[in-house]
């Protein structure tokens, strides 16, 4: 038994990173949100005034749900196209390896150099979306899609999941490898079809790696500010204004460290509780 | 007794590691948002030139963009161990400078007396110059006079009539006529029609004093925006979907709009490209029949308080004191110097923005002076796109947000 | 058991039918799936066609093939980018973090996914907390414990806070995995005598290749296209990542097509071929873990 607990000395490096990089910081950004600090100088103690701020007003809750309705459209989005493409190069392993790095390609640009291809494809006079759809005599389908409150949202999702699509495709087809040849083998013998094997034999092997994809993403995409930012800045009119866009805006626009620090304290935990629920219901399932 | 100690050994690493400890050069550590391959201000040549009289120093700049600047400097300048000099804002100077982090140059420099009064009062607080400033720079109408002599016009529009006269006559000949993006253009026209250069200061309203909702000026603003959509200046809610940094440039640099009101940090950019043949223009403004120049109060270098080789620092600005060097910087800008007296280094095509300078119809941008808190310029970002995207609806829905922004500044 | 015999009635029958049906249908698949994969690729594919053009030629014809080949972009932005240098030092650094992070992180991730009880629960509480921290709230107290270790401006400063920064994901990353794996195989090597080290390095270390190498890949890519924490943590200018030189090209009030892609492509070619030589090597070696 002993044997078995000095197994936690493996966990000993990291946890000294992890406490010296993130729980220090985090206790520092605490105590910051309980003051009035401009980033730089002497703070002030201000008590919970932070906090009540952010909760007595209108426009930080509707942040919170914005941020949570962006990260259920790109979670889900993503594990679904992420699942389809792992599934079909599964099947077809003569372009799995060229798919896979071509689908992961996006996300090797940076967010900045992507945010600015965007910006060119979506831009409402000469951008490349509305210009193809011209020329396709699909006029009518053009849209302004960063300047239109109603679908700038999704317009920025939408290049999330562009960029990420390799991601989960990646992490669903470590998954699949994971996943024993007989199993296949065997369904096939049945005769089962191609979308009964993935169903029944395949997606509950699969249960770690969709752990691991829709927790990662979901955190991800709470915290995702640089796509917005570049995008829209969280335009229209704060119609993609995400709860990581107004931290970012409080720190480096306003010098306000101490509300955007109580921000973060407020992301954090919610980051926390999602990621807590996330991970008990999907474990659950892996055990079912 | 362990403080002493790690200090001591500080110091002896800091000792071993200086290179000016081991009788070699000085390198001058300088942090700018300049200087880089998008905006080079004239850095490699004032680079080769400072170390060719300066044998003994070697100046290594490094380029950190503005927005990362507040990332990246702070803990520099927390942490004691801050650049040599470091390019710096005025809002920059209030928080850091404020937070006791930059030297005071003096107040006694041959330099501080020759600045633009207007500019000395802004940036001297409590009787100290954090910083020596380097450009004053001009926001207003990029024009692109191809364009305009295609719909029989040959000068820039600088009065509102004008203006309206040549948006029809463009929209006529089937040419975009205008940008008019609610990230920073459309702020540039409703700013130079809200700000009398010889009424109300900017100062009242960002202090509170007086209230946007209940100003005529600003109303009438926000009316005259009407009348260009009305002129067909622009389709209020397509401008949107621009990005006034990104975007917006692109579609003037290839012609397919005749006026864009930005900076003129942009002249070297469209400069360059051929065949396109433009002017800057100061923004029509119903106070002034020269149109208003725009005047943005720009960077300027300041030493840190803990900076390793102040002295070094100190040739560095004393460098640019100079008129010659000054120059190199400001004619790669495109930008007027802070000093009076001095030729201007402004292409030609700026000419109807220097008359206008010239003639006095000029205000400094009120967010660059930090009359107006930071605060209300994202709240004019947003809000100036909600109203061009509801055009309709009551002006006081937009002057009250800005009212309560400057409340929250407070 | 009626469905494989009526499946194998079948095939005897009908066996030339069912293969051309197969045969068909397997192209098609292919054929799909290449055409989604190049829809995707259609927004680099337009980068890099505008890094070709002048600008001129970009809002005239946005979408159109450039004219002719414009090199004049990328001879400029390869002038000013010290490009060898800079990729050389973003590839040693890149690949030093994926060692660090996924060597310290399999590690960690061994007992807290083969212990359930409640330390492991707190600990991974922990790991959970460094991921979802906001990166730029641990900017100044990084920048303050390695001023105090001496590591500002050194490769080992910057890989070592890389990987801090990754280590939760990584962490979080193995546990998943190694709690799927069967805990008989381990079993039998404890039987033989094997201490904890070896049983992890001998039975564990080999079925993570799959994960390790999507890890990787994950790492290589926020690694390679971060510039903060070089900018922060780096002043010479022989040490800095060529992320920093694409980032010499974006403005602060806008950017220029003409500039900035060139230098973007430029910047990520280098990633591409590590990812590609990188993928083939580990999947060899995820094989080979399978074989055995």
């Known amino acids: 038994m002993r044997a078995r607990y000095s197994l936690y000395l493996f966990t000993v490096p990291a946890l000294l990173v992890i406490g010296l990089f993130f729980v220090h910081p985090i206790i520092l950004t605490f105590d910051m949100s309980l003051t009035n600090f ?18 007595g007003r209108d426009r930080y809750l509707r942040e919170i749900w914005l941020t949570l309705w962006y990260t259920v459209i790109v979670v889900s989005a993503l594990t679904v196209t992420g699942l389809f493409f792992a599934a079909m190069l599964h099947r077809l392993p003569l372009i799995r390896n060229f798919s896979r790095a071509a689908l992961y390609t996006p996300a090797m640009m940076s967010f900045v150099v992507v945010g600015y291809v965007w910006q060119f494809l979506y831009s409402p006079l000469n951008g490349g979306i509305n210009v193809a759809l011209r020329d396709l005599g699909l006029g009518a389908w053009e849209q302004n899609w960063l300047g239109d409150p109603a679908i700038a949202l999704y317009s920025v999702a939408f290049t999330q999941i562009w960029m990420f699509t390799g991601f989960t495709c990646a992490i669903f087809l470590a998954g699949f490898a994971g996943i024993p040849e007989e199993i296949g083998e065997a369904g096939r013998l049945e005769g089962a079809t191609s979308w009964q094997r993935f169903r029944y034999l395949e997606l509950p092997l699969l249960g770690p790696s969709i ?28 119609a993609t204004r995400l709860l990581s866009i107004d931290i970012i805006d409080n720190l480096f626009g306003q010098y306000k460290f101490g509300f955007a620090s109580a921000l973060s304290i407020v992301m954090l935990v919610i980051v926390l509780i999602v990621a807590f629920i996330q991970n008990k219901v999907l474990r659950d399932r892996e055990q079912a | 007794m362990e403080k002493p100690m790690t200090s001591i050994l500080g110091l002896a690493l800091a000792a071993g590691l200086s290179p000016a400890a081991a009788g070699a050069q000085t390198v001058l550590d300088v942090v700018a948002w300049k200087g880089n391959e998008a905006e080079p201000a004239g850095m490699p040549e004032l680079i080769a030139k400072f170390e060719a009289e300066n044998p003994d120093i070697d100046v290594d700049l490094t380029f950190v963009a503005r927005k990362d600047v507040d990332k990246v400097i702070p803990p520099r300048l927390q942490g004691g161990n801050p650049p040599d000099v470091t390019m710096v804002d005025s809002s920059l100077v209030d928080l850091w400078g404020g937070a006791g982090f930059l030297t005071d140059l003096g107040t006694d420099s041959d330099w501080y007396g020759q600045m633009i009064p207007a500019v000395r009062d802004v940036m001297t607080s409590d009787g100290e110059i954090l910083v020596y400033p380097l450009e004053v720079i001009g926001m207003g109408n990029f024009v692109n006079m191809d364009l305009l002599a295609q719909a029989g016009i040959d000068n820039a529009p600088v009065t509102i009539d004008e203006l309206k006269s040549a948006c029809q006559a463009l929209a006529a000949e089937g040419i975009a006529p205008m940008i ?28 509170g004093e007086r209230t946007f909702v209940d100003d005529e000026n600003f109303n009438t603003s926000l009316d005259s925006v009407r009348d260009l959509v009305e002129a067909e200046c622009f389709d209020p809610k397509l401008q949107a979907g621009l990005d006034p940094w990104a975007t917006a440039p692109q579609e003037f640099r290839s012609g397919n709009v005749a006026i864009l009101p930005q900076g003129a940090w942009n002249i070297g950019n469209f400069s360059s490209v051929e065949g396109l043949n433009f002017q800057f223009a100061p923004m029509p ?16 270098w300041a030493i840190p308080r803990d900076a390793a080789n102040a002295e070094a620092a100190r040739k560095w600005i004393d460098f640019f004191t100079e008129e010659e060097n000054l120059n190199v910087f400001l004619e790669a800008e495109g930008a007027y110097s802070p000093f009076t007296g001095g030729v201007s280094t402004m292409p030609d095509l700026a000419e109807p923005y220097t008359a206008a300078r010239d003639a006095g119809s000029l205000i400094l941008w009120p967010f660059s002076t930090l009359e107006f808190p930071k605060i ?34 407070m | 058991m009626s469905l494989s015999e009526t499946a194998t009635a079948h095939s005897a029958t009908s066996l030339d039918w069912d293969l051309i049906r197969r045969r068909g249908k397997s192209v098609f698949a292919h054929g799909i799936v290449l055409g989604l994969v190049g829809v995707m690729l259609l927004p680099l594919i337009y980068m890099v066609m505008m890094s070709f053009k002048t600008s001129t030629e970009i809002a005239q014809d946005p979408l159109g093939l450039p004219n002719t080949l414009y090199w004049g972009n ?83 400063g910057i890989v070592l806070a890389f990987a801090a920064l990754k280590l939760p994901l990584a962490v979080f990353f193995y546990t998943s995995f190694i709690a799927a794996i069967p805990i008989e195989l381990e079993e039998a090597a404890r039987l033989d005598n094997c201490n904890n080290w070896q049983v992890f390095w001998h039975v564990i270390r080999p079925l993570l290749a799959p994960v390790t190498a999507t890890l990787s890949l994950f790492v290589m890519i926020m690694v390679w296209n971060d510039f903060i924490y070089p900018l922060l943590l780096l002043t010479d200018k022989d040490k800095l990542t060529v992320m920093i030189a694409v980032y010499k090209f974006v403005g602060n009030t806008g950017i220029d097509p003409t500039k900035l892609f060139p230098a973007a ?17 580990i999947m060899a070696g995820a094989t080979a873990g399978a074989v055995k």
């Open chain 1, 211 to 238: 752990t691991v994809s829709v927790m990662l993403t979901t955190i991800g995409t709470l915290k995702t500010f640089e796509l917005p930012f570049i995008l829209t800045k969280g335009g229209p009119d704060g």
């Open chain 1, 38 to 55: 401009a980033g730089i100088g002497e703070a002030k103690d201000v008590g919970w005034r932070n906090y009540e701020r952010i909760f």
């Open chain 2, 285 to 300: 403004s119903r106070f002034t029949e020269h149109g208003l120049a725009l005047d943005l109060v720009g960077p300027g």
């Open chain 3, 265 to 281: 492509v430029l910047g990520s070619i280098p990633l591409l071929i590590m990812f590609a030589v990188f993928q083939r090597k």
């Open chain 2, 376 to 409: 209300l310029q994202s709240e004019w970002e947003d809000s100036i796109t909600g109203f061009l995207l509801n055009i309709d609806a009551d002006n006081e829905e937009t002057l009250e947000r800005w009212d309560y922004a400057v409340e929250d500044s």
């Open chain 3, 74 to 156: 990328y001879m400029e932005a390869l002038a000013s980018m010290g490009y060898v240098r800079s990729v050389i030092n973003s590839m040693g650094i890149t690949v030093s973090v994926i060692l660090v992070v996924v060597f310290a992180g399999a590690m960690a991730a061994y007992p807290l996914a083969r212990l359930e009880n409640r330390i492991s629960r707190v600990i991974v509480m922990v790991m959970a907390l460094g991921l979802a921290t906001p990166n730029f709230v641990t900017i100044t107290p990084i920048y303050v414990i390695f001023r105090d270790l001496g590591l500002l401006d050194s490769y080992l």
């Open chain 2, 180 to 207: 008019f993006a609610g990230g920073f253009p459309a702020m540039l026209y409703v700013g130079a029609n809200g700000l009398d250069p010889n009424g109300v200061s900017a100062a009242e309203y960002g202090s």
